[in-house]
Each structure stands twice: as C-alpha cells, then as structure tokens.
C-alpha cells in the first residue's frame, strides 16, 4: 500500500505546484537550467518539423483513388489555380475554391514550382509563420512573463490543429500568421499597419471580420479605416490589376454567391461530421441533415450523397437558421459586455483575452470550422496559462482554468486515439465544437471577473468622493 500512497502523495505535489504562480511565471535573468530547456525544445521542434517533412514527402508522391497526386490541400488547389491562372472560373461547376482571389496571388510563387518543391516550400514557410505568430502571441499577454513551462502549456492546447494544418498544408497557419501581426502592430501603436494586415486576413478568408465588429466596439477608427482601404485594395484594386477589373469583379461575385449568399442567406450549411462549428452542429444534430456523404462521379463532377444521419429531432432549416443567428446575436451582446478594456491597454492578459474571445467566436460561428482551423487556439491556450501566472488569480480560478484547459484538450484529442470511426462519431456530435464552448466559458469567467472588478472600484471611488 507504500507505493500507490506514494505515488498519490507525489501527484497531489505536483498539483499544489502547478497551482503556484511561480510555476508558471518567467524570470528576467536567463539560468543555465532555462537556457538548456529552450535548448532542448528547439532540438525537439526542428525534430518534429522533420518527421513532418518525411511524412508529408511520402503523402505528397502518393496518388488517391483516382491515380490523382491530390492528398494534400495545397496539391488539390494547385490544379484549381492553374486553372485559374489559364482564364477559368475556380468559383463554379467542379472546382468550389473556398478563397478570395487574392489568395490565390499569394499562393503563385508556390504554385509555379513544381508539385514537391512548392508543397515543401510552403510548409516550411507555415513554419516560420507558426514560430513568428507564437512569439507574438506570448508577447501581446506579458506581463508576465511566463516561464518555459507555461509557454509549452500554453501553445499545446493548439498543438493538434498546427500539427494536423502543417501536414496536410492548408493555410490556417497563415491566416494565423496574419492575426497575430495585426495583434503586435496594435501592441505597437502601428494602427495603419494593424488595419492593413487585419484586412488581409480578413480578405483571404472572411471569419477575421468579427474583429471589425470588435474595433467597432471599441471605437478604433483608425484601425477601421485603415482595415477598409486595406479590403479595397485586397479584393479589388491588387486582383484586378493582375487579373483584369471585370474578370476580378465576375470572380469575386461567384465566390460571394458560393461562400456568403449560399451560407448566410439560403440556409446552405455543411452540416458532415468534420464541421465542428455551432452552425454545422446545430444544423446536424437538429433537422435531417447529413452527418456522413459520399460523392458520386460523374461527368460535371463529384455530387454529394447523403450516407448516413444522427441528428435528435427535426426542427427544419428555417428554425435552425434562426438559432444559428441567435448563437451570434448572443455572441455579440457577451462581447459588448465582456470587453471593456481601454484603447490605451494595447497588451496584457486583459486585452489578450477579449482577443481570444473573438478568436474563439470565428471557430463557433463560422459556417464551417474543420480541427485544423483551431490553430487560433495559441492565443486563447497562451491568455489561460497567462492567467494562472497572476498573483491575484484565486484557487478555484486557478482549478477552473487548468480544468477547461484540460477538459477541452482531452476532448480534441483522444477520440482521435480510438481510431477513425469513434473519432467520427466523435466529431458527430461536436467533440470540438464543445472544446471551442469550454474555452469560451473559460475565458468569459476571466472577462467577467475583470468588469466585476472594475466596477466594484467605481463604486467605491464614488462613495469616497
């Protein structure tokens, strides 16, 4: 009975250390122990980028079914943007690309080199990106600093998604990329820049707009300005010089059709398993939509076809779009009073989680949010960890942090574990999506507490006056 008692003994320390502030905080002088760790995980993070490469290498050279080399995103894009590079519409008939022209632009230095090399060539750029946006992440939250620890803590919760966007080179990372830049120009006071790389962001995919909405809240009209005149020239001044001005405008009109009208206004959810957002969720679990399809060729391309559903009831999509919109009035409103940092808090765990607030807002209310999106979960994994580092932060906060983080990482990750038909039937019913909701609370409680605070000195400021 000596060991197990020992072993218990030696957990519930660990826990109480965890439950220190001094573990998770940095220290501003470099110890040879801290030095040898960093030294450590860069051994382990250029290890990793290797494995990934070796991996991605052999994916790369392995055709589909159809004798297609098409397994990786940026393989299946590259057919789609030579097309488009050729005069065609990727918007409509076979191809349904998902982004605006301007990603495809950015995508042309990678696209012309061969298959293997421009497939490498753009992972190891998302590595770079996926480095640069941690840095910056970590510093938008100090003070404090946080220790090593708390720094791999913290970025794990989104160690799946990166791992899972690196392998199969999709471009969330760079949208990522792109969010935590406009984050440090804000921390710097570059508003036009921050504006600028915002609506690049929000140019190559459209969920980034809830920060217009958020700047909007909190009357940054340089940011704004700058965020417009940026979408100017990244949807239709750079796109039609390159392109053309009515093929840009016929292109851009096509992709509205397909990503905004058909989604927003019609009611056309993808409602399979792999979406893990509130709007697929809803429209899965609550009217007779498909959770599984398989897709029949044919001569103007793959058609999907219902397999298989397991949704609970049938409210129909007209009731279900409604409380897809309610989700985001609800949404809002908790914005509008959770976020009640000044314009002058540029950084510090305060502004990072209203941030993150808005992060996770992208992954609920998205049309479709897929596990690699959660990449954005670096900022809200970094704001929790940043949290535990504060003096001031209770036990039970404390407990609660370290119990959603904990929670939300299990979920997102060991269905996965099982193997692909639990992991399915995982996501069926919103393993993520429920993840992404965890967080949410988390960082709500973390705002809520900040506002409570705060108005509990006004009213005695006012008394004492």
Partial sequence: MRIPSLRLRSFWSALSRWEQPEFWQGTSVASSGATRGRIVLALGVLAGVAIISIQYYHKVLQPDEAGQLTRSAFLRWRG?????????????GRSEYPNPPIMAIILWPFVVLPPLWGALLWLYAKVGMAVLAIRWCLGLTAPPKLSLAGQIFGVSLALPALVGDLTHNNVNIFILFLLAASWECLRRRWDISAGCVLSLAIACKLTPLLFVLYFLWK????????????????????????LGWERNTQLLTDWYHLMI???LLKGEVTSEHPNQSLVGWTYRLFTHSPSFVRYRTTEDGDIPVPAAFHNLIDLGPNVAWWITKIWGILFLVLMAWLCRTGENERHGWRRSAEYAWVVLGMLLLSERTWKHHAVTLVLPGITLVTALALPGTSAWLRRLIMGSWTLAFLLMVIPGLWGRSIQDMALVYGSHTVAFLILAAAIAVLLYLHVSHGERNSRTESIQG
Avoid at 80 to 92: P, W
Avoid at 228 to 240: H, K, N, Q, S, T
């Fill in 219 to 242: 009357r940054s009209w340089c940011v704004l300005l700058a965020t417009v005149a940026g979408l100017l020239m990244w949807w239709f001044l750079l796109p039609g010089c390159l």
């Fill in 80 to 92: 789609m943007l030579h097309e488009l590079y050729a005069g065609g519409n990727i918007y409509v």
């Fill in 261 to 263: 009208e058909r989604p």
